[in-house]
C-alpha cells in the first residue's frame, strides 16, 4: 500500500473577498467645500425672511472682545512694592490699534446708473445678485434673489403709494421727512434711524447714535453703491429696507411731503453726490 508525503509546503494566503456593493473609499460624491472669504457669501433664499443674513462677519475670536479692546487686568489697579510699603496706582489707559478698531462692512452696487435704478440689478462683492429692480409705467417691484418680493411701489398717485411688510401706506409715510432735522426718518423694527448728508455723502444712523454710520449710500462713479456695516446686517429686514429706500428716494419721483425752502439745502446736498433727481 502506497503512502502519500506529507505536504510540507506552507499554506498560501488567501486575500481576504471585497464585500460586493462597499462603496468606495474617500469622500466621492460629497460637494467641495467653499473657498474661504473671512465672510461667506450668503445662501440663496434667505433675503426677505426673517432669518438672519449671512453676510455678517465671522464670529469674534475667543480674545477678541466686542468693545475692540484688550481684555483689562484682573483687577482694576495695579499693586506695586515701593519704599513706603504697598502702593495701589490706577489702571493704565486702554488704547485700540486701528487693525482692532476695523468695522466689517459689505458693499452692494447697482448695474445701472443713478438714472435707470428702476430697472437694475444689485450686485454683492461675491457676483451674486440678492436684489433686483423692475419697473413699468405705474409701478416699481423689488426682489430678493429668492423671487420674494421686498416692495411694490406705485407711482401713480400725487402722493406714491407702496406695499411692503404686509401693509399698504405711502411712501412720505414709511420714510418720514423731519423738517427741523432734516432728515428722513425709516423705523424698522421698532427703532427709528435717520437718513442724514454730511460731506455730499448720505449716512443711515441710528436715532439715538447720531454720527454713527451703520449705511452709507453714495455713488462715486455715477453707479448707486451702498456700503452695509454690521450693524446693519446683523438684523433682520434691514437691509431690504434700506434697498427699498434708496430706490425710493433715487427714483426721481416726488413723494409729495414738502417743497423746496428750507429743506432745499439738504436736497442739493445730497444732489451733489447721489443725482440731481433725488425724490425728497
Avoid at 425672511?49 to 484682573?74: I, K, R
Avoid at 450693524?231 to 433682520?236: C, D, M, R, T
Wanted: glycine share 8%.
Amino acid at each position: 500500500m502506497r503512502t502519500s508525503k506529507a505536504d510540507t509546503r506552507p499554506p498560501r494566503h488567501t486575500p481576504p473577498l471585497k464585500a460586493l456593493g462597499a462603496p468606495p473609499p474617500g469622500p466621492y460624491g460629497s460637494p467641495q467645500p467653499q473657498q474661504s472669504y473671512g465672510s461667506p457669501p450668503p445662501p440663496h433664499g434667505q433675503y426677505g425672511s426673517p432669518q438672519v443674513l449671512s453676510y455678517g462677519a465671522p464670529p469674534p475670536s475667543q480674545n477678541q472682545y466686542s468693545s475692540h479692546q484688550p481684555p483689562p487686568p484682573a483687577s482694576g489697579s495695579v499693586w506695586r512694592p515701593s519704599s513706603a510699603g504697598t502702593v495701589q496706582l490706577p489702571p493704565a489707559p486702554v488704547r485700540c490699534s486701528p487693525a482692532a478698531a476695523a468695522r466689517h462692512s459689505v458693499s452692494f452696487k447697482f448695474t445701472g446708473t443713478k438714472k435707470t435704478i428702476l430697472n437694475s440689478q444689485v450686485m454683492d462683492p461675491y457676483g451674486k445678485v440678492p436684489f433686483n429692480v423692475a419697473s413699468d409705467k405705474k409701478t416699481t417691484t423689488v426682489r430678493a434673489s429668492d423671487g420674494t418680493t421686498l416692495a411694490v411701489v406705485e407711482w401713480n398717485h400725487s402722493a406714491p403709494i407702496m406695499h411692503h411688510g404686509g401693509r399698504k401706506l405711502r411712501c412720505k409715510e414709511w420714510i418720514v421727512w423731519n423738517n427741523s432735522k432734516k432728515v428722513r426718518v425709516l423705523t424698522h423694527a421698532g427703532k427709528e434711524y435717520h437718513w442724514v448728508t454730511r460731506n455730499e455723502t448720505v449716512y443711515l444712523e441710528p436715532a439715538d447714535r447720531a454720527g454713527f454710520a451703520i449705511l452709507i449710500w453714495r455713488d462715486p462713479t455715477d453707479v448707486v453703491e451702498i456700503e452695509a456695516f454690521q450693524e446693519s446686517l446683523v438684523i433682520p429686514g434691514l437691509l431690504e429696507a434700506a434697498i427699498v429706500a434708496v430706490v425710493i428716494m433715487q427714483s426721481g419721483h416726488k413723494l409729495g411731503d414738502h417743497g423746496g425752502g428750507n429743506n432745499q439745502m439738504f436736497i442739493n446736498a445730497i444732489a451733489g453726490s447721489i443725482g440731481a433727481n433725488v425724490a425728497f
